[in-house]
């Protein structure tokens, strides 16, 4: 299981990793490598050229800037974890964090490899959508912003262009009516999930204001699931409004099958986690 | 096409390499092959068994998902050094002790991470060692040996600060 | 012989000296050996399930950076045996020829169609890749119900069907309705396909000295003898110019047991290039062409009276083997476990059993630690209980009421099994004040009512144990069943201890040190053990079958008693005193009154260097080799039972294990740490059986489980806390007591989870057949129940 061979650059530029993008035939960003390496590994990919962008110290960091948490691209998922700053300003982030993997693959996998990687299954593409965070990124022409709910686009495709590099995500700060939650449901401890369920909820007394399910693992992406959403909006959590939430989730997922679930079986499961995690968000406040 | 390959320098157990490596080598291989820590196992090569882990720069991670020129200038500590240090000597020993292991080859992978588990978190539950250590695939022990060495080691620890105190 | 009591450091669990060198990163085991001018191979693999090879065109490979030499059948055809894994005891049994490359037919997956040998094994992968062959892809035979059907295609054309042998065991007829039944229930389990799935893949390193024509094999296996053989068989070679070393592994459990294409391959290539060959399997060929086991489907009916009493038991077992039996010891021992063991420990009058072996497009199907008994175990388990829900009994009323009396042995089984000694009651009792059944009863109770769903299940199960020399050699297999201890003592009064029987993690040699030290009077410390070396060591067995100790330790234990004497005869003549009065303890030589004479190292001093002070005919060779043979019986039988306690999310399906008992019977304990940890090990491999573990294949015979993130192994965080007491009872022979441990563990985790999953989904109906027992495979029963709850409850009850 060893890869094919591969040129290997280890920038010391935003710039230079850019024209070497623009350059190569098949370039690939390498960062933390943690899910890059094993793909590697079993040949499924072969790239001409590693693009070592582990240096760029301009993409370290996780950052408060006013009302958004601004994390950079190259944070470990250990920083992420350990940060006081993302536990106080991003709540689900903190809560989801802690399910991506194991402790030394947490100690070098980063933020932006797993955004970029866009798994579907995976938490913190998740986290991203619910959150309506925007990721910015680097390419020939600069800076631009793409926003997470742009950003998915299938199995594995991003709207990342080819010769462009995520330099950091921006989440928005948690407010105070802002409730979170969380949940995945995974054969083992960090192993991804069969379905996970990343929700926002601004509250007003009881009632949902607004509402953001970002399910993952249900479909080829990140999905936001919106006519569940609507379901319960503008209402309080009872046994209809949660039937109906559960019962829009058809229109909303697009479920695929593998080893461990079908199509009807994820559906079933989402509906599960919608379930428990609206009871949750809805039971706190009722005991306020 | 020729072999792509660079020289890199690694600092293994307090002492510099400089090697001349292809570039597709994973830092297990080299540390293996070329340098001679066979202490460092290879049991799956896809990140997902924990055999390989080795301390970079201070942090557990695994070997076998780094390549040799991502670590150029890294300080790599193995089994061989770490078992030998004082800060994990009591931790080695508990594990004979307890027999926490049986063919051994998870064990040097298992012996680091509960030493990081240690100095993160010098007292933690059953559960918490659990968690911490499921990254390590142990296929011959019921893992409850292992456990019973990381928690007895976090014991012994706290009665010598006791001691000390 | 002189009957000893047993004594320390017998019984004390003292620590491993190979443990120390692995935790501290200094094990020896295969690919950390250094080779000069070394070279690597990798394999073409059959990307396809069948298919008949037109063409494999190796020139472009040939040309490759760092080739040395790529080899196909065409390339190796005679300068090697075929081999056919068969037995003579069964010739109606078809045994297929088997090549190292195939000639003209791939059967699975995964199987070698090339080699190539290069200086790295980055290189040789490149170069396999350059390899192409052209393969004429046929109809794949890849599920129970194809290999069946009388149209199916034929794996082995010569060999008329894809059955590979049907055989019937028990004292009933088979298919016969049953007599003296209230009741008959009929079920059928399926399990599925695993893998043993070592840490240390499969590892080779081959070296050829043509000078003196030797060639040494350094191998992760566990019988090192037996590949000495076979492979001197298969490549024309004598067995004294062949060396096979397996010093440290990590990890068999089964799968490093028989021969594989790429033992034989690694050999044929160091042999034509002179450059020592290596072969590390990756994950990714491990998955594919490892040894696989367990894939059965296994229908059974049980008779019972209302009185609980199991009137009859029938069991009819369909085990896809894969493409082939596998070499040398064919893949019927499994089988043959679910045909004979299947409710062992029970007394039922009308018993019968059918085991038929089908042939597949699949990996071969191996042996995996517990060969068999995990399948008799859910089986013969889930029935029982079954039975009980049905006659409303508690399940260990139903097991007390059954199990083989105590006062009955004595006694052979209706397979034929002979049985010196259960201790079934005994393992119950302790098992239900260990796991205090009425306080878990009442919290299940309790919760139940708060809407949580848990589940309590019991596993009884009897299993075989240190298998003696008549089960493969009349079959005209040469595996053997007896084991050999080599003890040299040294001038110094320290032993080197050399048994055949070889020791993969689970202590054998500190346990054989212990009981060279115990009758010598040493310390473990004055004991080095040097194992798994073929050209040090005696020929036997290896590991298999739970021998290390209840065979080997008995080999070292009468080699120890031989040297003992040696030792008294010289002190006895030296100091004027009858030898039979005199003891060795604690290094010296004692007398009855435990006055000490003079020191152990003096007296082998004396026998190396002062001759001139005994008589010329007095024998002093401090060198012994003793062999030992269970003779009495076949197998040495013992027992066990444990319970899980698990909770089932009726949501999402997912079974959480709370807690586990164990309470078994091993005889006497030379090593209590080591048998239990020992036993726990093997309790997480049959957790993982029960809830995590499957090798899938799709109907095309593709191999759709190629990666560790697709094999779910149990990591710590999935298995709970495992609780493992034990009951001690005798041995037909031998001077220890000893029986196998190694395997007792595996043997009842899964049915004790199936068991407690069906309590939980009792009051749901539903019920679960299947293992691993996915979230799938519970929220299936689950509907299944629930779609049927329509009819009115109980409708079809009793």
Redesign the interface.
Known sequence: MKPYPFEYTRVSSLEEAVTLLQREDEPRIIAGGQSLVPILAMRLAAPSRLIDIGGLSALRGIERRGDVLRIGALARHAEVMASAEVAEAVPLLARAISHVAHPAVRNRGTFGGSVCLADPAAELPAVCTALGATFEVFGSDGLRTIPAREFFLDIYETALAPDEILVAAQLPVACPKERFGFEEIARRHGDFAIVGLAVRARMEGTLFAELDLCFFGASPRPVLAQNAARAVIGQELTDETQQAAVSALTADLDPQEDAQADAEMRLHLAGVLLKRRLAEIAGKERQQ | ????R?SVSLTVNEERHDVTV?????LADIL?EDL????????????????C?VR?DG????S????G??A?GAEIE???YL??QSETRDL?DT??????????????GM?I?AA??LAETPDPT??E???????????????????DAVMMTAAGRRAAKGERA | MSKQILRAPIGQSAPRERARRFATGRGRYTDDAASLRGLHAAFVRSPIARGDILEIDCDAARDMDGVVAVLTHADIAGRYRPWRAGNALLPEMKAPEQHALPPSRVNYVGEPLAMVVATSRALAEDAAEQVFADIDPLDAVADIETALAPDSPLIHEDCGSNLCVSLTSGNGKFGADFEDADLVIEDTLDFGRHTACPLETRSMLAEYDPGSEVLTLRISHQCPHQLQAELAKILGLGQHRLRVISEDVGGAYGLKQQLYQEDVLVCLAAMQTGRPVRFVADRLEAFASDNHAREHRVSARIAVRKDGRITGFELDDLFPIGAYPQYPRTSLGEGNHVLRMSAAGYDIADFRSRLRLLFQNKALIGHYRSVGHPVACAITEHMVDRAAAALGLAPETIRLRNFLSDDSYPRETPTGVHLHYLSQHACLDRLLADMDIAALRSEQAKLRGQGICRGIGIASFVELTGTGNGFYGPGGIDVSGQDGCTLKMEPSGHVRCMPSVTDQGQGTDTGIAQIVASVLGLEVADIRVLSGDSEITPHGGGAWASRGISTGGEAAWQAAQTLREQLLLVAGHLHQRDPATLELTEGHVVDASGAQITTISEVAHICYFRHDLLPDDMPTELMVTRHAVPRAQLFQATNGIQAAYVEVDTDTGFTRLLGHWVVHDGGTLINPKLVEEQIRGGVVQGLGAALLEEIRYDEDGQLLTATMADYLVPMASDVPDIQVSHVTSGTAEGALGAKGVGEAGVAGASGAVLNAVNDALGPFGATVRQMPISPRTVLTALRAAAASATTPPFEDAP
Do not use: W
Request: charged content about 15%; glycine content about 10%.
């Open positions: 096409m020729s072999e792509p660079q292809p570039n597709r080598k994973h293996r001679g820590f066979t202490g460092v196992h290879v049991g799956c090569e896809h990140g997902v068994c924990g055999a882990t970079i942090a557990i991670t695994r076998c998902l780094v390549f020129v991502q150029d193995t089994i061989e078992s030998a080695v594990f004979v002790a307890e027999n926490a292991l049986q063919c051994g080859f998870c064990t040097p012996v991470s990081a588990l059953r559960e060692v659990r968690a911490y250590l499921s990254g390590n695939y142990c296929r011959c022990t019921g893992y409850q040996a292992i456990v």
